[in-house]
T-cell receptor
C-alpha cells in the first residue's frame, strides 16, 4: 500500500484559481477511489468518489480524474475559495470491502485571499 | 445525511490511565465500524474493524489487549486504550458505512475524531 510520509506536501493557490491535487495509488486491484477533505481537528469529509470503470466524474466545483494505466488519481477544484483550505486525502479500496480503505499521504491546500 | 458522532473530542490524562472513546451512528445502523489512528501531519491508518455482535478484527501490528473494541449495539462502538502511555497520544477517528453491512458503492462517513494526549 501507500507509504505514509513524515510531512505533508503543500499546494498554495490564489483565491479564484483552479487547484489540482494529485495522488498515486499502489494497488492495481483497487476498484473504488474516494477523495476526502480534512480540516484541522476534524475527521475526513467526503468530497467525491469514482469507480474503476470510469475515468472522470464531476461534482459541484470538483472533478476527479482516474488514470488506471499509471495508477494516478487527481482532484480538480474550480474557483478555489478560502474555505477549501484543508488537507486532502485520496483513498483506495478493492474487493468490495471498504474495510481495506487505504489512505494516501495527503496534500495540504492553502488558499491565499 | 448519515452522521457519525465521536465522544469525547479531546482527552488529556495521566500515563497508566485507561481511556474510552465512543463512536455512534446517529441516524443509521452500522453493523461495521472502523477505527483509525492519525499522527500529526500523517495519514490515517486503519487500526481495527469493529463488528457488531462479534470480535473486532485488528490490523497487523495493533495490540488487541491494548486497544479494546466493543460493538455492543448497531449504533455504538467503543475503543478503550488501556494503560495509556505518551506514545499512545494521537488522533483517533472512527467511521461507518451508511446502512447495514458495507459495500464499495458508498463512502464511509467519519466522526470528528478524538484527540488523546497522555502526560
Amino acid at each position: 500500500g501507500e507509504s505514509v510520509g513524515l510531512h505533508l506536501p503543500t499546494l498554495s493557490v490564489q483565491e479564484g484559481d483552479n487547484s489540482i491535487i494529485n495522488c498515486a495509488y499502489s494497488n492495481s486491484a483497487s476498484d473504488y477511489f474516494i477523495w476526502y477533505k480534512q480540516e484541522s481537528g476534524k475527521g475526513p469529509q467526503f468530497i467525491i468518489d469514482i469507480r474503476s470503470n470510469m475515468d472522470k466524474r464531476q461534482g459541484q466545483r470538483v472533478t476527479v480524474l482516474l488514470n488506471k494505466t499509471v495508477k494516478h488519481l487527481s482532484l480538480q477544484i474550480a474557483a478555489t475559495q478560502p474555505g477549501d483550505s484543508a488537507v486532502y486525502f485520496c483513498a483506495e479500496t478493492h474487493g468490495g470491502s471498504q474495510g481495506n480503505l487505504i489512505f494516501g499521504k495527503g496534500t495540504k491546500l492553502s488558499v491565499k485571499p | 445525511g448519515a452522521v457519525v458522532s465521536q465522544h469525547p473530542s479531546w482527552v488529556i490524562c495521566k500515563s497508566g490511565t485507561s481511556v474510552k472513546i465512543e463512536c455512534r451512528s446517529l441516524d443509521f445502523q452500522a453493523t461495521t465500524m472502523f477505527w483509525y489512528r492519525q499522527f500529526p501531519k500523517q495519514s490515517l491508518m486503519l487500526m481495527a474493524t469493529s463488528n457488531e455482535g462479534s470480535k473486532a478484527t485488528y490490523e497487523q501490528g495493533v495490540e488487541k489487549d491494548k486497544f479494546l473494541i466493543n460493538h455492543a449495539s448497531l449504533t455504538l462502538s467503543t475503543l478503550t486504550v488501556t494503560s495509556a502511555h505518551p506514545e499512545d497520544s494521537s488522533f483517533y477517528i472512527c467511521s461507518a458505512p451508511p446502512g447495514q453491512g458495507y459495500s464499495s458503492n458508498q463512502p464511509q462517513h467519519f466522526g470528528d475524531g478524538t484527540r488523546l494526549s497522555i502526560l
